[in-house]
Every structure is written in structure tokens, then in C-alpha cells.
């Protein structure tokens, strides 16, 4: 009975009404049509066996469908009451076959004599944040996927939930490997599609992994085993997750709910780069610029990149969002060194998450090239931090980054843990000082002490340095008679758009004006009566 059940797909509600009737009318309408012609009452237990062998007959020349009905009505009692399913292999949730119903048709199945095949595996790793902050959701969503899973199917292969939010695929049967290989693959594109409800639209987030069958006897709890170990990631590491409080719920949802939007803000034009000029005050001029990337929400207005980058990280969003982020810089670089800057340099931010592309150096490459650039006009940003997640991965790209001409800056210098003997390696070409020690660098001495030792430390290394996040007048200043000269913050402009930073640029007067003596005094006497 179980294999019945395992093998059997769901029905809709109207085929199974149908149904229901046939085996009604095959079992108690003779009963009706025996008592309505035998009134006597002598006769009612013959009547009762007839009843019985008619109702019997029904179930063994339908055993099929009368399986699937019986255990779809003993589920959906169980999930009522709360009761445990009884089918053996069911799981509570919308009835799906479990990982004993699976060990059960390997264990038949597994011999010598079949052929290589595969076990598949298919996770939606954003499931458990969705049960963190609606599990009725999160549930929906799962059986949704489970529907749309099996109808890619059909009856030709097996199909098990072996975990919370895993299910397993069985391709065992006519075929090769190299087939079900492809079929896999094939699902784990089709399955992407958004999953919509009455008040939900989820963009299911997959892992897919698989086990080859050896022509050894292997027991199928270690075939079950293989195939989920697969779905582990390299570089991920493991820990122990942060209960969720109930005051936590909020901010869960709200997250939740912008991973989803990122899905659709590339294509809905709602992510832009907004730009901020390096100067150099030694020439007074504007020697290139950031791109920074912005995320103008239709409802919610312009988010804090402190808030949706990270989300970017963690949902595995940033290799889409950096290929256009690299192509969106490009163009604009193009654009503006065909209007008479020849010598500007575009500096573009790298996320720890992208250093994970085994492509990412070709892929830059190739990018650049396309849009008629010349490497040494592109200036690559990698923040300390993110430099020291993985140094041996670092230093290999950074350093054949470097043999390809391409500028190399370490962001936020000062803010990390970094050792110097492993920095002195790095094949950087830029430091730039972290805000953090900028900020009133006029009023702290600590702060004097630092800037002035990593100006020092560029100096020695031959390589260039810029203060990042000045804003007064007074830092400037400071910063100058340390030996710096090159300057990046509100001070001088915030990051703009590519129109405004085009106008500002262009006036002849403003670095002169922003540096005159009339600018400091003006300065000073804001802050002393403000």
C-alpha cells in the first residue's frame, strides 16, 4: 500500500469528488437496490455481506485511487487533530512522502544490477527565514513548490521530502546518468519562477546537490546521506543561529520583504550609482570618483546601502547586482572620458561575496574591454575586512588583478585586524584612511597619532593614500600638514548623480571656491555658532 501511495500524484478536488462518487455507487447503491426488493428482515445479514463484497471489489479493481483517497483523508484528519499521520512515510504537511518512503523503494530498487543513476536533491534555502517570520507562509509556499515539483515530474520519477525544506528525486528506472544529470539541472531552472499567494510574492531561493549509485551495494541511507552533503558550499561557514524574539519579528519581516523586491529592482530600473570626486588638492583638481551604489524603493523611498548591501550579500544577490554595477560604471566612465577627461579613474567597490567568483578576474576583463576601457582607468575596491576573509584567494586575484593593470585600493584601512607583515603582500596600489580616524582628526590626538602613521606606512610602501569621510574644513587642514593631499566626503560633495556630478565638476570656480580662505572662515563660524 505504501508503494501505492509514493507512486500515486496529487488529483484535483473535482477529480476526487468523482471518484469518491464511483466508489460510492459501486459499493452501497446494490445494498439500496437489496433491500428495497428483499423486505425481509430475515435476509439483512446476507444483504450486509453482499454490501461488504460489492464495497471490497471497488477498492481491488480501483486499489489505486482508493489508496491515494484513503491516505489523503487519514493526512488531512491527522493535520486537524493534530494527530500523527498513518500512513507510514507521510509527513504532516499536505501529505508529501517522506524519507522512509524513500529508504523503502532504495532498498528494493539499489542492486548491482542497475544501471548508474541519481539521487537529486533540491533545498529552498530561504525557507527558514520565512518560517522566521510567518510559518503559515513559509508552509504555503512549501507546498506550492512541492505541487509545481511534482507536476515537472510527473509519474515518471520518485519524489521524497527528506528534510524541513529538501526534497529528494528519484531517477532510478529507464535512462542514464548524463540524462538525469540534465533533467536536473533542467528543474533547478525551471523551479526559480516566483511562487504568488493572496498576500505573498516569494522568489524561491534553490541549492541543488545529487548522488551517483555505484555498482557497489550501498545501504540508501548513505546514498540519502551523499546527496544532501553535497548541497554544502565551500567557504560557508557553520554557527549557531540567533534565537528570534518576538520584538525581532518586525525587522525580520521588513528584511525578508526587501530580499524579495532586490529580486525585481535591477529590472525595474530602481538601482542606480550615484558618484563622489577624489580630489587632489595639491593640482585642484578632481582626479576621479566612487560609484556608490543607491535603491530608490517605489514605496519605501531611498534605502540606506548600510541596510540592502548585506542583504545583497546573504541572499547570494551580488554577483547579478556587481556584473551591472561594473557594466553601469563603465559606461558612464566612457561617457565622461570622451567629454574631455581623459585621465579619470572610476573606482569600483568589490564585495567579499563576489571574490568567491572563480570567474570574477575574466569577467571584469572582459567587461572593461567591451566598453572600450583601458584597465588602468578602473580603480577596484576591497574593504579590510573582507581583504582578510580569505588572504590566500585575495592575494592570488588582486595580484594577477595587478599584472592586468588594473588599479588596486584597500577601503576602510585602519577599521579591520589585519596584520602588517600580511598587508606588505598585498599588491595594492591605494590605502584610503577609514572615517573613523578622519573625523575630527583636528581635536583628537589619538586620532592625529594614527593618520599621521598611515601616511607614513603609504609613503614607505610606495603606494598613494586618501582621507575618506572629511567633512570640515578643519580636517582638511590637519590632514595637510600630515603630507595629504588627496581628499574624498561631504566636505568637498556628496555622492550625486551622474547629471549633477557632471555640473558641479565642470565649474571651473568650485574647487576654488570650496578651498579659499573665505570657505574656512565661513567654516569656522558656522561651527562656532551653530
Known amino acids: 500500500m505504501k508503494r501505492f501511495i509514493s507512486w500515486t500524484s496529487d488529483g484535483s478536488q473535482k477529480a476526487d469528488a468523482l471518484w469518491f462518487c464511483a466508489l460510492f455507487t459501486l459499493g452501497f447503491v446494490p445494498l439500496a437496490l437489496i433491500i428495497a426488493f428483499v423486505p425481509s428482515v430475515v435476509y439483512l445479514p446476507t444483504c450486509y455481506v453482499l454490501a461488504a463484497v460489492c464495497v471490497g471489489l471497488a477498492i481491488f479493481l480501483f486499489r489505486d485511487k482508493s489508496a491515494y483517497l484513503a491516505n489523503k483523508f487519514f493526512a488531512s484528519t491527522a493535520a486537524k487533530t493534530g494527530a500523527e499521520p498513518k500512513a507510514a512515510g507521510q509527513t504532516l504537511l499536505t501529505g508529501f512522502s517522506g524519507q522512509e518512503t524513500l529508504l523503502s523503494i532504495?532498498?528494493?530498487?539499489?542492486?548491482?544490477?542497475?544501471?548508474?543513476?541519481?539521487?537529486?536533491?533540491?533545498?529552498?534555502?530561504?525557507?527558514?527565514?520565512?518560517?522566521?517570520?510567518?510559518?503559515?507562509?513559509?508552509?504555503?509556499?512549501?507546498?506550492?513548490?512541492?505541487?509545481?515539483?511534482?507536476?515537472?515530474?510527473?509519474?515518471?520519477?520518485?519524489?521524497?521530502?527528506?528534510?524541513?525544506?529538501?526534497?529528494?528525486?528519484?531517477?532510478?528506472?529507464?535512462?542514464?546518468?548524463?540524462?538525469?544529470?540534465?533533467?536536473?539541472?533542467a528543474l533547478s531552472y525551471a523551479?526559480?519562477?516566483?511562487?504568488?499567494?493572496?498576500?505573498?510574492?516569494?522568489?524561491?531561493?534553490?541549492?541543488?546537490?545529487?548522488?551517483?549509485?555505484?555498482?557497489?551495494?550501498?545501504?540508501?541511507?548513505?546514498?540519502?546521506?551523499?546527496?544532501?552533503?553535497?548541497?554544502a558550499?565551500?567557504?560557508?561557514?557553520?554557527?549557531?543561529?540567533?534565537?528570534?524574539?518576538?520584538?525581532?519579528?518586525?525587522?525580520?519581516?521588513?528584511?525578508?520583504?526587501?530580499?524579495?523586491?532586490?529580486?525585481?529592482?535591477?529590472?525595474?530600473?530602481?538601482?542606480?550609482?550615484?558618484?563622489?570626486?577624489?580630489?587632489?588638492?595639491?593640482?585642484?583638481r578632481v582626479t576621479g570618483a566612487e560609484a556608490l551604489l543607491r535603491w530608490s524603493h517605489p514605496e519605501l523611498g531611498a534605502i540606506s546601502p548600510g541596510e540592502f548591501i548585506p542583504i545583497l550579500e546573504e541572499s547570494g544577490l551580488m554577483q547579478d547586482v556587481g556584473i551591472w554595477v561594473l557594466n553601469t560604471a563603465c559606461r558612464q566612465l566612457r561617457e565622461w572620458r570622451g567629454a574631455g577627461s581623459p585621465d579619470f579613474k572610476m573606482a569600483i567597490n568589490l564585495s567579499a561575496r563576489q571574490l568567491q567568483n572563480p570567474d570574477l578576474k575574466n569577467m571584469i576583463g572582459r567587461t572593461v574591454y567591451n566598453h572600450g576601457l583601458s584597465p588602468s582607468s578602473i580603480e577596484l575596491e576591497l574593504t579590510e575586512t573582507a581583504a582578510m576573509e580569505d588572504s590566500a584567494l585575495t592575494l592570488e586575484l588582486f595580484s594577477s588583478l595587478r599584472e592586468a593593470g588594473f588599479?588596486?585600493?584597500?577601503?576602510?584601512?585602519?577599521?579591520?585586524?589585519?596584520?602588517?607583515?600580511?598587508?606588505?603582500?598585498?599588491?595594492?596600489?591605494?590605502?584610503?584612511?577609514?572615517?573613523?580616524?578622519?573625523?575630527?582628526?583636528?581635536?583628537?590626538?589619538?586620532?592625529?597619532?594614527?593618520?599621521?602613521?598611515?601616511?607614513?606606512?603609504?609613503?614607505?610602501?610606495?603606494?598613494?593614500?586618501?582621507?575618506?569621510?572629511?567633512?570640515?574644513?578643519?580636517?582638511?587642514?590637519?590632514?595637510?600638514?600630515?603630507?595629504?593631499?588627496?581628499?574624498?566626503?561631504?566636505?568637498?560633495?556628496?555622492?550625486?548623480?551622474p547629471v549633477s556630478f557632471t555640473e558641479l565638476t565642470s565649474n571651473s570656480d568650485w574647487l576654488a571656491e570650496v578651498c579659499s580662505p573665505a570657505a574656512a572662515m565661513s567654516n569656522e563660524l558656522k561651527r562656532r555658532y551653530s
Open 106 to 185: 532504495l532498498a528494493e530498487e539499489l542492486t548491482p544490477a542497475l544501471p548508474p543513476t541519481l539521487l537529486g536533491i533540491i533545498r529552498i534555502s530561504n525557507y527558514d527565514r520565512m518560517a522566521a517570520i510567518d510559518v503559515a507562509v513559509a508552509d504555503r509556499v512549501l507546498s506550492a513548490f512541492h505541487e509545481r515539483l511534482q507536476n515537472a515530474l510527473g509519474k515518471t520519477r520518485r519524489l521524497a521530502r527528506v528534510e524541513r525544506n529538501c526534497f529528494a528525486i528519484w531517477f532510478g528506472g529507464p535512462g542514464d546518468l548524463h540524462a538525469a544529470k540534465a533533467e536536473l539541472q
Open 191 to 231: 523551479l526559480t519562477q516566483q511562487i504568488r499567494g493572496d498576500a505573498f510574492t516569494i522568489e524561491p531561493e534553490l541549492e541543488v546537490g545529487s548522488a551517483a549509485t555505484s555498482q557497489q551495494a550501498e545501504p540508501p541511507a548513505e546514498l540519502i546521506s551523499r546527496a544532501l552533503a553535497s548541497l
Open 233 to 284: 558550499k565551500p567557504g560557508v561557514r557553520g554557527g549557531v543561529l540567533d534565537p528570534v524574539s518576538e520584538g525581532s519579528r518586525t525587522d525580520l519581516r521588513r528584511r525578508f520583504a526587501l530580499e524579495q523586491d532586490l529580486h525585481r529592482a535591477i529590472g525595474n530600473g530602481e538601482l542606480a550609482l550615484h558618484y563622489q570626486p577624489f580630489i587632489d588638492t595639491s593640482e585642484m
Open 407 to 497: 588599479s588596486l585600493a584597500i577601503d576602510d584601512f585602519g577599521s579591520g585586524y589585519s596584520s602588517l607583515s600580511y598587508l606588505k603582500n598585498l599588491p595594492f596600489s591605494k590605502l584610503k584612511i577609514d572615517r573613523e580616524f578622519v573625523s575630527f582628526v583636528d581635536q583628537s590626538n589619538a586620532s592625529r597619532a594614527i593618520c599621521k602613521a598611515l601616511l607614513e606606512l603609504a609613503s614607505g610602501l610606495g603606494i598613494s593614500a586618501i582621507a575618506e569621510g572629511v567633512e570640515r574644513r578643519e580636517e582638511v587642514d590637519a590632514l595637510a600638514r600630515m603630507g595629504c593631499t588627496s581628499f574624498q566626503g561631504y566636505y568637498f560633495a556628496k555622492p550625486m548623480d
